[in-house]
């Protein structure tokens, strides 16, 4: 049982689509404070499920953050569709001088899958070899 049960169960039973909350408020349902990263890092709020335990507990529930404002110490929950129904992007590649004419046709993208989200890996422009 994670300790962001409170927050997934809270959510489940939403019957709104969207839910704005302050951070007060979701500290409120937690029953304890929010890491203080969650008022530095606007990442920890992201889609992504690698990135914290918490973020686990909105994509369970069906949700996904937006609109999130540090300042405000705010964000915007909104419910998404189950993975099963989720549908996907399709993106058209038309030019034959485009550099993705290899893949000739369209590329799908899972609306679930967040192509902002860190991947983890170590860039050469970080270790300063660039």
Known sequence: MSKYEPLQHHLSNLPA???RASFKEI?????FPLPPSSRKHRALWSNNAQNHVM???WLSAGWR????????QELVFRKSKSKNDEPLRTVTVSSAKSPFAGLKGTVRINMEF???APTGEDWAAERGLL
């Open 27 to 31: 500290e409120r349902i937690l029953g």
């Open 17 to 19: 689509l969207e839910w």
């Open 55 to 57: 973020t686990k507990a």
């Open 65 to 72: 953050t937006e609109q999130v404002d540090l300042q405000k």
């Open 114 to 116: 967040d192509v902002t």
